[in-house]
């Protein structure tokens, strides 16, 4: 009799603890990444008062069955619902982070001052330190740093997400080192037939951000087909000329022809002339020497003998007359090397554009300075003493390639700008500050800048247990590792190894499924009332026993 009080008291136990665990999980029906629990009940001790006997073979009796009585029960486990995830709710905050399982159950890494704890709650915010940290209770969110050397993840012992220093405040500035010119050039258009030409302007940057802008002219030759493209200016922040005081033969450095030392052989020199340096005489295979002449631009005198004249074009054959007259008369703008033993003479300049063709036929880009689709915009020579830039320029190629000769209404729309063809290389950037911060699906974290940069800050690393149940809770949403759950490395796993993924302006709701709690209540209610009316009839049995003797 007493055994059933004892029984009853400990189902009164046993569905209180069940109840307990019941409560706690409707209280946090509304928590964060809650996990519910359940409790698993099993029977205990049991009195045996006959033990089992076997069959007896000689009295042909068969075995009789121990009888025991039950002592009553207790709460075997409380297991968590851990790997069950709650439904998500959108909350639009950009670092609440939402969870998405695929195989593997993953938890957020953070750290409350002494050590590493895990959570599911993603609800996350930057604070004053910018660290990244759990808006619930401030423990920093731990993940991976970036590799300085090569600009990628660096998959290490897990340490504080500090997204918000001064080092990732701004975006580093880079030169420009590609452009495109692209458009139709008119050849009707006005400005490509007057000596300004038609005007391009190209925006640059430098090493240290500063912009600058290129000033190009194009214009006509009078031929089909055929242009050319000058450097006219290149201006800084102040829309100062910072190649204003450089010659001609300093700016062909710049964009020209001037380090081409084309052979004028090339230029089709007549084989039967030669050049001598000492006197700048031509020498006819006859020995004669001729000097052009002083009267008549057209022809040059021999030597002592003025009225035996020799055209320019017997001496240049298939040169035009300009680059003739400036080679003749030996200005700044051309000059004449000649190699006596050799006969090989050379011709370098300071020629100050490019010669710019199209097919005549299809209207579609032929070459710029010869055969190439690119030329160079040497910004490099600023840097090697032209002018005082502390060397913060890069040499810019510039390709040509994507604009056409077409009727165009006398309007072209020819245009440069920065950058290669698609759009994106060497486009260059002034210094950037921070505009924004963007987590995607891996746990990457990004920064964006007004620069258009957007630059690699971190990445939020989780962790993975064989045996994520075995977590102990120590509150606060958080679990901590114990011997069944399996150890913490110290480094993690990237979500998206086994498809998992993070989902931003997203927190995952608790899983406490409410029908399925209040359906327990009443179970565990009416288990609780049946264990008190046992002890209720176990006291009426007592109170017949003391009655007996009265």
């Known amino acids: 009799m007493m055994r059933s009080m004892y029984s009853a008291v400990s189902g009164l136990k046993t569905h209180q603890t069940r109840m307990d665990v019941i409560g706690n999980n409707i209280a946090n029906v509304n928590t964060v990444a809650f ?94 330190s910018g660290n990244l940290c759990m808006s619930s209770t401030g423990y920093t969110v731990m993940g991976w740093q970036v590799d300085e050397t090569t600009g990628e993840i660096r998959k290490d012992t897990v340490s504080a997400l500090r997204i918000m220093q001064e080092k990732n405040l701004t975006s580093a500035p880079e030169a420009t080192t590609q452009a495109t010119i692209a458009g139709v050039l008119d050849e009707n258009d006005t400005d490509v037939k007057n000596d300004a030409g038609r005007v391009m302007n190209l925006n640059f940057y430098d090493n240290l951000g500063y912009q600058y802008t290129a000033k190009f002219a194009i214009k006509s030759t009078g031929t089909d087909g055929k242009y050319t493209v000058e450097l006219t200016s290149v201006l800084d922040s102040n829309n100062k000329n910072i190649i204003a005081d450089l010659n001609k033969q300093q700016i062909a450095q710049i964009f020209g022809n001037y380090d081409a030392n084309a052979t004028l052989g090339q230029y089709s020199l007549s084989k039967d002339y030669k050049y001598n340096d000492a006197d700048q005489t031509y020498e006819d295979s006859t020995g004669k020497k001729f000097k052009p002449s002083a009267t008549d631009s057209t022809v040059f005198e021999e030597q002592g003998n003025p009225t035996n004249k020799v055209s320019i074009t017997d001496i240049f054959s298939g040169i035009t007359t300009t680059i003739a007259n400036n080679v003749k008369n030996n200005t700044n703008n051309y000059q004449l090397a000649f190699d006596a033993q050799t006969g090989h003479a050379t011709l370098t300049g300071e020629q100050t554009s490019y010669d710019l063709e199209f097919d005549t036929s299809s209207g579609k880009f032929k070459s710029i300075g010869g055969e190439n689709p690119s030329v160079m915009l040497n910004m490099a020579a600023l840097s090697s003493g032209l002018i005082n830039t502390n060397g913060n320029f890069q040499n810019i190629t510039v390709d040509f390639s994507q604009c056409l000769n077409y009727e165009n209404g006398g309007k072209s729309t020819i245009g440069a700008d920065a950058g290669a063809v698609d759009g994106t290389t060497g486009k260059g950037r002034k210094l950037g500050a921070m505009t924004g911060i963007f987590i995607d699906t891996s746990g990457r974290i990004y920064g964006t800048y007004d620069n258009g940069n957007t630059e690699l800050l971190g990445q939020i690393a989780v962790a993975q247990f064989s045996n994520a149940s075995g977590l102990e809770k120590v509150g606060e949403s958080c679990y901590r590792t114990t011997l069944n759950s399996g150890e913490f490395d110290g480094i993690g796993v990237e979500i998206s190894a086994d498809g998992s993924s993070m989902t931003t302006g997203e927190l995952e709701m608790s899983n406490v499924d409410l029908s399925s709690e209040f359906t327990s209540m009443i179970t565990t209610q009416r288990g609780f009332q049946a264990n008190s009316r046992v002890i209720t009839t176990s006291d009426t049995l007592l109170e017949e026993l003391v009655n007996l003797k009265r």
């Open 35 to 128: 996990k519910s629990s359940s409790v698993t009940f099993s029977d205990i001790l049991y009195q045996t008062t006959s033990n089992a006997s076997g069959a007896n073979a000689t009295t042909g009796t068969g075995g009789v069955n121990a009888k025991q009585i039950g002592l009553g029960t207790t709460a075997a486990a409380t297991k968590v619902s851990i790997t069950s995830a709650g439904a998500s709710e959108t909350t639009g905050n950009p670092f609440d982070i939402r969870l998405t399982d695929k195989n593997s159950t993953n938890f957020f890494i953070v750290n409350n001052g002494s050590e590493n704890v895990f959570t599911r709650s993603g609800s996350f915010y930057v604070d004053g």
